[in-house]
């Protein structure tokens, strides 16, 4: 299919960025990308696993954590094995019913990401701030309404923006990311019907940034009754939990909202390709060790379900941490 198409005219398929013409880095690029799937995969199975099969862990905190990590999988699965697959089979295209289902998928669970990370500060908020309401505030039918409540918003939030952004006819079929994200399909629309899907996204962005805003508040409440704490273990094991929290979700929402935000380059660029990276790729991957790994409940889990010895289990987690510290 050419890439400029005539105005007003309809558009079959997509080709989406070619990482390079040369067959090795292909490869390469098919390696890597595997790579990190198969590790994010794998670190959001073993949280999934853990608490589903671990009574100590069927809590409002690990129920939340749980879902996080099914939407993490999500996430990634939606966008990652079509690029693996282009660069395997040296081809670039994807369906315009595929892309549509890419770009509603991908924001679905794009949304429903954001909301539940705003459950989880909630969450935390009334475990530490209010103790001896938790077990009221936060039962079993209050969990499933605002799990439900996080994925049915999720599910509205990709429903609008999919049909705003693809109500607009394409007069170019270039997608220049790895996958059909919407500032790029919306510099290939004929017309200034895009603008709709514009405004849809600077609606989400404020309500994104209303929740990071929620998150920090609830956390500024949350230090200010940790620091009251008389045990300094105590205060240290609050402080390791929170602040990863908000690093991701800083990290995450930052990159997402500068990506969504700022005009959309035409042509192929190195720093669209690393920010689109950033809220796609990294968050999904370390969220298992960040969340996890400092968590001891979470240790003896694993530790029996991968039937290794708690302390050997302790011992790896450190490791990892370590290394992680130190690349960052």
Same mark, same amino acid.
């Given at each position: 299919?050419?890439?400029?198409?005539?105005?007003?005219?309809?558009?079959?398929?997509?080709?989406?960025?070619?990482?390079?013409?040369?067959?090795?880095?292909?490869?390469?690029?098919?390696?890597?990308?595997?790579?990190?799937?198969?590790?994010?995969?794998?670190?959001?199975?073993?949280?999934?696993?853990?608490?589903?099969?671990?009574?100590?862990?069927?809590?409002?905190?690990?129920?939340?954590?749980?879902?996080?990590?099914?939407?993490?999988?999500?996430?990634?699965?939606?966008?990652?094995?079509?690029?693996?697959?282009?660069?395997?089979?040296?081809?670039?295209?994807?369906?315009?019913?595929?892309?549509?289902?890419?770009?509603?998928?991908?924001?679905?669970?794009?949304?429903?990401?954001?909301?539940?990370?705003?459950?989880?500060?909630?969450?935390?908020?009334?475990?530490?701030?209010?103790?001896?309401?938790?077990?009221?505030?936060?039962?079993?039918?209050?969990?499933?309404?605002?799990?439900?409540?996080?994925?049915?918003?999720?599910?509205?939030?990709?429903?609008?923006?999919?049909?705003?952004?693809?109500?607009?006819?394409?007069?170019?079929?270039?997608?220049?990311?790895?996958?059909?994200?919407?500032?790029?399909?919306?510099?290939?629309?004929?017309?200034?019907?895009?603008?709709?899907?514009?405004?849809?996204?600077?609606?989400?962005?404020?309500?994104? !940034?209303? *929740?990071?805003?929620?998150? =920090? #508040?609830?956390? &500024?409440?949350? %230090? /200010?009754?940790?620091?009251?704490?008389?045990?300094?273990?105590?205060?240290?094991?609050?402080? !390791?939990? *929170?602040?990863?929290?908000? =690093? #991701?979700?800083? &990290?995450?929402? %930052? /990159?997402?909202?500068?990506?969504?935000?700022?005009?959309?380059?035409?042509?192929?660029?190195?720093?669209?390709?690393?920010?689109?990276?950033?809220?796609?790729? &990294?968050?999904?991957?370390?969220?298992?060790?960040?969340?996890?790994?400092?968590?001891?409940?979470?240790?003896?889990?694993?530790?029996?379900?991968?039937?290794?010895?708690?302390?050997?289990?302790?011992?790896?987690?450190?490791?990892?941490?370590?290394?992680?510290?130190?690349?960052?």
């Amino acid at each position: 299919m050419n890439a400029k198409i005539g105005n007003e005219s309809s558009v079959s398929e997509f080709l989406l960025l070619e990482f390079s013409t040369v067959r090795e880095l292909q490869i390469l690029h098919f390696s890597l990308f595997l790579v990190l799937y198969l590790a994010i995969v794998f670190g959001n199975l073993l949280i999934i696993s853990a608490v589903a099969f671990d009574h100590h862990l069927h809590t409002p905190m690990y129920f939340f954590l749980m879902n996080l990590a099914i939407q993490d999988i999500g996430a990634v699965s939606v966008i990652i094995p079509k690029s693996m697959a282009n660069s395997f089979m040296n081809i670039r295209h994807i369906a315009y019913a595929g892309c549509i289902s890419q770009v509603l998928s991908f924001v679905f669970f794009l949304s429903s990401d954001i909301a539940l990370l705003t459950v989880m500060a909630y969450d935390r908020y009334v475990a530490i701030c209010n103790p001896l309401q938790y077990e009221m505030v936060m039962n079993r039918a209050a969990c499933k309404q605002m799990v439900s409540g996080v994925w049915v918003s999720g599910l509205l939030n990709a429903a609008m923006h999919t049909g705003t952004t693809f109500a607009t006819p394409f007069c170019s079929n270039i997608v220049n990311q790895f996958f059909c994200e919407i500032p790029q399909l919306l510099t290939l629309a004929c017309s200034n019907l895009y603008q709709t899907e514009i405004g849809a996204i600077v609606v989400s962005i404020t309500l994104a !940034s209303g *929740c990071f805003l929620f998150i =920090v #508040v609830t956390y &500024v409440h949350i %230090f /200010t009754v940790v620091l009251r704490v008389p045990s300094v273990q105590g205060r240290k094991k609050a402080f !390791s939990t *929170c602040i990863p929290h908000l =690093v #991701v979700f800083s &990290v995450f929402c %930052f /990159t997402s909202c500068f990506a969504y935000l700022r005009p959309p380059s035409k042509t192929p660029s190195n720093g669209d390709f690393a920010i689109t990276v950033m809220y796609t790729i &990294v968050p999904p991957m370390f969220n298992p060790i960040i969340y996890s790994m400092r968590n001891k409940e979470i240790n003896n889990a694993l530790s029996k379900l991968l039937g290794v010895k708690h302390s050997s289990m302790n011992i790896f987690s450190r490791l990892i941490l370590k290394r992680l510290h130190f690349s960052l």
